[in-house]
Structures are given as structure tokens and as C-alpha cells.
């Protein structure tokens, strides 16, 4: 209940989630996207019978260090309309088409477009996102001291073409409680094992242990 009403009032209060929106949701298989969608889908029987319509994408990068494949099963048995996008992510980074990027930098990109390509082919207006309130606390501070803005996520807001929209449901959620519904609910959570992902730079991992170091200090600093 907690989880579902943190959801219910980001949609309420940032108009996520419109009567005659199809929403499509990036399903990575982890523990914050697997949650989104039982949360989304409970919300959506809150709505007239209809009202708006939930898809879900995941994107394969073509990596043995990861295998979303388990979760076409598990979405048939979900009758959640899926879409799995064979994407050779690895193979175009391999052939030199980073263009200066890091490869998370290029996987990120490459995986953000094979989503909007696929919104665009099916006719969904909105793309929901699994970031969560711990992301845009750590997306802040990195921007803030390493590079002197203050700013983060946002947490709905239009492409740069403007015929697509972005929403974060979770932007309200504590990452805990996504661990804690997913592992008590048995949820299929596919794990990360690129060794890319753990090379990458620290600089998240570092404000993610300073903060919850601040935390224990000032316990309502969420």
C-alpha cells in the first residue's frame, strides 16, 4: 500500500498518466522496473476499464553478461502486451560507434533510443522510467560537485522532438522498498553482471554511500 500510494500521488501531482495514454514501460528485468510494473498495473485498475493502456520493452544489448530472455515468459503469463528489443549494443560499441562515449554512456543512449523507436512504431505517447527517489537524491549531489549544477532527474517532461513524453513514477519511492516488495514477492529479478557497469567510474557509488552515511546521522533527510 505504501509503495502503490507513493506512485498514485507522483502520477496525481506531476499529470504523469492521462485518459487516452499509452504508456510504455522500460522493463530491465531489475528490482525497481519489476516493481513499477506491478505498481502501474494495479493503479491502472483504479481507472475506468480502458482508460489508458500499459506496454513494457526491454532491451537486450547482446551480452552474456546479461540475459533478460527469462522475462518473455513471465510476461505472457502477465498478459502485460511486451515488446523484447534485440538490440547489438555491444557489437556497435566493439565496431567503433561510441563517438567519445563511455561505454554506459553509449549502452544508456543506444537502449534510450531503442525505446522511443519503438513508441514511435506502436503509437505509445509516454515512456515510464524506474528511477527512484534515492537516484535523483544521488543524480543531485553528482551534479552538484562534479559539475557545478544543481539540478537532477525530472521527473515527466517532453522529448526534444516533442511527440514523446517521460515519466518517473518512483520519483516519491525510497530504493529500500523496491528490494524489499520485489524479493518478498518473489518478483523474477534478472541480474547485472556487466563487467562494463562495475569498471565504470565510482562517482555514484561514492555519493551513494554519502549520503546513506547522512542518513544514519539525519534520519529524515529523505
Known sequence: PKLYKGVAKAVAHWGMIKPGDRV????????DSLAL???LLALQKKYPRGSWELAAATVDPGTEAFDPKPLIPYMAS??????????PIMQMAQAGHMRGDSIC???????????YTCMREHGYNKLALAQHLDDLAESF??????????????????????DLRVIRPLVYTREKALRDFSYASGLPVIAENCPACFEAPKERHHVKKLLAKQETLFSSLF
Open 24 to 31: 510504455l514501460l522500460g522493463l530491465s528485468g531489475g528490482k
Open 37 to 39: 510494473l506491478h505498481i
Open 78 to 87: 502477465l498478459g502485460v502486451t511486451y515488446h523484447y528489443l534485440e538490440t
Open 105 to 115: 554512456a553509449f549502452c544508456a543512449r543506444m537502449k534510450r533510443g531503442a525505446l
Open 141 to 162: 549531489f553528482m551534479s552538484s560537485m562534479y559539475n557545478g549544477k544543481f539540478r537532477t532527474m525530472k521527473a515527466h517532461y517532453a522529448v526534444d522532438e516533442g
